[in-house]
């Protein structure tokens, strides 16, 4: 049966707008205008199933859109029940008037939550997606419950690639698994860990020393001692789940300040758990570029900043490990990625500019306070930045290839240089309203301009720069309230309303969220465990028009761009897990609940 409301399967936070779409086309009588039809919210639940709590009416078209979508071929309808508050489960009922028949139900949706926990509920389960791609270590089952496994892929004596003409043995034990292979990169690594570490820092300075119960609970989830979820599990926090990863990144700086880029089976990996991995072949370093130290010198700069008050040696260790990255690069400012994908991926990337920007960036916001480091100064770096301020404008959101967006954001999270930090938050809330104003013309509100493989990573990053530019740039109510003017939260949560059901698929894109939510995405670890679920809390790419796995036979459910998205194993271009993609969409569930 074809689902005619499109609308967040998991929920909606109870001060929220509340707005979903209705594809006119698929409602059981065709031809329906807009006014013949209306809809009802229903309450449900123990002693309250079929109370009605609200009745509207439906509008032509979503946002300022027609409702005509191109890349869908749907004609949508508009309804709004942002009145709603009142936390409970509920459903969506469509009506049509009938002057014989009176009313006749048409569709009625699964139930959903009104409620302030599930935004928070999903954070959970994204840190912990994080802790299931730990490689190296075994995942005891107090932890992982039926997900527990074996250590396997120690990675601490392994050999490096024939191509690099190097001969000895490298530690590089632990980092999280990439994606839904087993390789682990810096580049992928990089800008996933710069996300969750902006969202330390702006946890940080929310909550502070919080001692009101909800906030100490959230503050430890994200920077203290971890949670514990609704399913008895214990798990890390945020801070400490992203060490992990930092630890593997200084496990990869060679010992003249270079970065590996990656490490890489000989041959791409089956759908087999990481221990028969293992028996069945060797794994290598392979590679050391500008662009992989340039990406390690600005997450590690960002690092120092994070656990300088509860670490200083481990924060001083970042610092002095990013300036040696950082003066590597100088002196060599582009040693090629090494093009190999015989067993991972390649992570290819012609221009190293705006990873100097970010690099940079990250490192002049310390070094205004601490003078000098291994000769480098803030007034060194200077000069530069204002020249990549002139190069690289901000994109709407970061990407592996493209990591200007996090220069420009540490700019403007710094406060000694007034002139950048202003220059900074001007632009980029430039690039915020840009956002917004390319939603309001979409029919589902995102701001795409095209499909591509990881949009709903796209999607996330996007929403991410909406999330920091709200932390400075102060709203009115009446504004924020129904998406009038830059109204950043409406808007960042739009975006969320599209990755959690919203969507021309109709399918919550992360695993374990809802009814809906992929059951057999692209990624090994959960087709090798013996576990029917997938693993919880992980973001499929999403719709991908490119469709680069045709050879595999997938059934794409329409020709269309906006259907290129199906639920199976095969699907590596639109069901692959990535940890770039659950990073940002972590991070603004993050500022979201700060």
């Not at 830059?486 to 919203?502: A, K, P, Q, T, V």
């Not at 399918?507 to 995405?521: C, D, I, L, N, Y």
Request: aromatic share 12%.
């Amino acid at each position: 049966m074809k689902i005619p409301v499109r609308y967040n399967h998991v929920g909606y936070a109870p001060e929220s707008a509340k707005i979903f779409f209705v594809n006119a086309k698929e409602l059981s009588y065709g031809g329906l205008a807009v006014d013949a039809c209306f809809f009802r919210i229903m309450k449900v639940g123990r002693g309250v199933d079929g109370v009605q709590v609200y009745k509207g009416r439906f509008r032509d078209g979503t946002f300022e859109h027609g409702g005509a979508c191109g890349y869908s071929g749907e004609l949508l309808w508009s309804g709004d029940f942002s009145t709603v508050r009142e936390p409970g489960d509920y459903t969506i009922q469509i009506w049509r008037e009938d002057r014989i028949e009176k009313e006749i139900l048409l569709f009625e949706t699964a139930p959903f939550t009104i409620s302030d926990g599930w935004i928070y509920r999903q954070l959970l389960a994204n840190i912990k997606s994080f802790y299931y791609q730990r490689s190296g270590v075994e995942l005891l089952p107090e932890f992982a419950g039926k997900w527990a496994r074996p250590m396997a892929h120690r990675d601490d004596a392994i050999g490096f690639h024939p191509s690099m003409q190097r001969e000895g043995m490298w530690n590089a034990h632990g980092g999280w698994y990439d994606a839904g292979d087993y390789g682990k990169y810096i580049v992928n690594g990089g800008v996933s860990v710069a996300a969750l570490l902006l969202a330390c820092e702006l946890a940080e300075e929310s909550l502070g020393a919080e001692t009101e119960p909800c906030r100490n609970q959230l503050r430890e989830a994200l920077l203290g001692g971890g949670a514990e979820t609704g399913d008895g599990l214990k798990q890390y926090s945020l801070k400490d789940e992203v060490r992990f990863e930092l630890e593997f990144f200084l496990r990869m700086q060679d010992e003249d300040g270079g970065v590996f880029f990656k490490v890489t089976p000989e041959h791409w990996d089956g759908f087999i758990s990481p221990k028969e991995s293992d028996s069945l072949q060797k794994r290598m370093i392979l590679g050391k570029s500008t662009t992989s130290t340039l990406n390690f010198a600005g997450v590690m700069a960002a690092a120092y900043r994070v656990y300088r008050g509860s670490d200083a040696a481990f924060a001083e260790r970042c610092l002095q490990s990013a300036v040696s990255a950082y003066r590597w690069a100088v002196a060599r400012p582009f040693v090629d990625w090494p093009h190999n994908t015989e067993g991972s991926g390649g992570y290819g990337d012609e221009h190293a500019e705006d990873e100097f920007f970010w690099a940079r960036a990250m490192l002049y916001r310390e070094l205004q306070t601490r003078g000098s480091i291994g000769g480098l100064t803030a007034a060194e770096l200077r000069p530069q930045l204002l020249e990549d301020m002139e190069k690289l404008p901000p994109k709407f959101g970061v990407d592996w290839r493209d990591t200007q967006n996090l220069g420009w954001i540490g700019l403007a999270l710094q406060d000694q240089d007034d002139e950048l930090r202003n220059s900074a938050r001007h632009t980029l809330e430039k690039t915020a309203a840009d956002i917004i104003e390319a939603q309001k013309h979409d029919a589902y509100g995102i701001s795409l301009s095209k499909f591509i493989w990881g949009s709903n990573g796209e999607i996330a990053n996007h929403a991410l720069t909406l999330a920091v530019v709200k932390r400075w740039k102060k709203e009115d109510d009446a504004s924020c309230s129904h998406g009038n003017g830059l109204s950043l939260d409406f808007w960042c949560r739009e975006l969320l309303n599209f990755i959690y059901g919203r969507n021309p698929v109709d399918v919550s894109f992360v695993t374990g969220s809802a009814w809906s939510s992929p059951k057999f995405p692209h990624h090994r670890l959960s087709h090798s465990d013996g576990v029917t679920e997938p693993i919880p809390g992980l973001l499929v790419g999403g719709i991908n028009c490119d469709r680069q796995d045709m050879h595999r036979a997938p059934h794409y459910p329409g020709e269309l761009a906006g259907f290129s998205y199906t639920d199976e194993q095969c699907s590596f271009a639109s069901n692959e897990t990535a940890i770039n993609w659950n990073a940002p969409l972590t991070a603004v569930l993050a500022l979201l609940c700060c």
